[in-house]
């Protein structure tokens, strides 16, 4: 047991927070980006989307590949480097001169994240003995609270008193002193036999995603799903994927080991993850239109609005070792699913002059929801492989909460997109045809048209409105209908509560638990 071993966790979730606060950050920013220079980039919903999943997509295709590299490495050596590319991306990213630019960026920024994210778990786990490691880990899935609250708050700042390319600039001094800290605190370790490396699987991973993705946001873009381009290119991606997955179920150095999901108990823990990220990640991006744009709230109060949601994850996450103690995974983890549900189904309840405190429950029961979920589950998955894997558990983990945001922002911001685009397509008859479309984008494209047109354009004001709200509302119940898809899985498959191992059953336990 290492004596340092809590203060390497702060190092550990200081190198976490960048991660998280970048996106956390963003969400704040969108609306300001997409404003027209030099404000913002002027960039449209499909490019907002893109901004976001350029670094999605990245840090999931690589998320293995990296955890395997540190496991071959040494962790603290791919966590050194992994920081400073987060780093410089992010410094390139703050002056990005148009939409293209801030995609390619942070797509640089999503590499160096793939090889921070499961070295902090990996070294987490070997710092810490397996009956620390719950609390450790809740500590760790604490910090993302904590991100997610220092976040929206910081980029409200930044935004009141600098330009929007503040938001990614703020990463570099955190990422110097996590650097500073880790050189000096944290020790290495690797894998004693690690795996080869799988540079097909890779390609064919990121291949088939973006592919999938990017047909996904075409198709809300153009409010149609049934487009020949659309179909296409979805088609496309599941059949490259699925190539993906044979091909690593065939080659003797997968990138994904198939077979770990032969064991139901793991499957559920990582498909409750990628689901609750589905739907956080789509909500996220939602909510922050309906509060700058239809509320008039600024960046900063904005992020001050979602402060109880994280609040709620950084006071449950740690805590929630103990309703799992008492009533076991399955029912901890189904309680958590049903509340994220029914908080992401109350989005459908709210309007333009809602009081703004049942927002504010919303969230803090959503975070509370979060965070029974992702401690038990991070647990499962961590434990169900051995110590010297820890490298590839934390990767499969990450890759699948990075898979399931970027679909989550995918599909439900396309469905956001398409009945966006249906409930104000009417109302923009009078427009020239190019224009037309343009507006029709999203509420802040056509609040811009209406600004340009001046007096003329204030009858598109309300009905912008009211198409969004309704958009919002549909949204909002695609979401809970997944978060109740994931209800039912770890309510099917994760364990109960188990008695406590007699002396010498431990070993036993854990090598059953192991796929």
């Not at 295709?61 to 962790?75: C, I, K, M, T």
């Not at 148009?98 to 710092?127: D, K, Q």
């Not at 009141?160 to 110097?176: E, K, T």
């Amino acid at each position: 047991m290492h004596r340092r071993r809590w203060a390497i966790l702060g190092v550990l979730m200081l190198s976490l927070l960048i991660v998280v606060l970048d996106n956390s950050i963003l969400n704040v920013a969108i609306k300001t980006i997409s404003t027209p220079a030099p404000t913002g980039l002027g960039a449209t919903q499909s490019e907002l989307e893109w901004a976001i999943n350029s670094y999605t997509l990245v840090f999931a295709g690589l998320l293995f590949s990296a955890g395997l590299l540190g496991d071959r490495l040494g962790r603290k050596k791919v966590l050194l480097g992994g920081l400073a590319v987060f780093g410089v991306g992010s410094a390139l990213a703050a002056f990005s001169g148009s939409p293209g630019e801030l995609i390619a960026f942070r797509a640089v920024m999503g590499l160096g994240a793939a090889f921070v994210m499961p070295a902090t778990l990996a070294v987490l786990m070997n710092v810490f003995e397996r009956e620390e490691q719950p609390k450790a880990i809740g500590i760790w899935a604490g910090g993302v609270g904590l991100a997610i609250a220092i976040g929206p708050i910081t980029g409200g700042v930044l935004l009141d008193h600098f330009w929007w390319g503040s938001v990614f600039l703020v990463n570099v001094p955190i990422v110097l002193l996590a650097l500073a800290l880790m050189l000096w605190l944290v020790p290495d370790s690797r894998d004693p036999s690690p795996g080869r490396l799988d540079p097909v699987g890779v390609v064919l991973s990121v291949v088939g995603l973006v592919l999938l993705v990017y047909g996904i946001i075409k198709g809300g873009q153009l409010a149609d799903f049934t487009d020949a381009t659309v179909l296409a290119t979805i088609g496309a991606g599941l059949a490259v994927l699925v190539a993906f997955v044979l091909f690593e179920k065939r080659t003797d150095h997968p990138s994904i080991d198939v077979t770990y999901f032969e064991n139901k108990v793991f499957s559920a823990a990582v498909a409750a993850i990628a689901l609750v990220f589905f739907a956080l990640m789509g909500v996220t991006f939602f909510s922050v239109f309906y509060t700058q744009s239809v509320r008039a709230y600024s960046p900063l109060q904005t992020g001050l609005l979602m402060l109880p949601l994280a609040a709620a994850q950084l006071i449950f996450a740690p805590r929630a070792r103990l309703l799992v103690d008492r009533f076991g995974n399955k029912a901890t983890t189904t309680a958590g699913m049903l509340v994220i549900a029914a908080m992401l189904a109350a989005f459908a309840t709210l309007d333009a002059d809602t009081p703004i405190w049942i927002l504010e429950v919303i969230f803090f029961l959503m975070g509370t929801g979060m965070a029974h979920v992702m401690t038990p589950v991070s647990v499962v998955i961590m434990q169900a492989l051995p110590r010297e894997k820890a490298g590839s558990a934390s990767a499969l983990s990450n890759t699948f909460r990075q898979v399931g945001g970027a679909l989550g922002i995918a599909v439900l911001g396309s469905v956001l997109s398409a009945a966006y685009r249906t409930g104000i397509e009417d109302k923009l008859d009078r427009l020239p045809p190019a224009l037309r479309h343009t507006a029709g984008e999203s509420i802040e494209a056509t609040l811009g048209v209406a600004a340009k047109l001046g007096p003329q354009g204030e009858a598109l004001v309300a009905p912008a409105y009211d198409a969004f709200l309704h958009a919002m509302h549909v949204t909002a119940l695609w979401g809970a209908g997944v978060a109740l898809i994931g209800a039912v899985v770890v309510a099917l498959f994760l364990p109960g509560r188990q008695p406590e191992p007699q002396q010498g059953e431990e070993e036993r336990e854990l090598s059953d638990a192991r796929p």
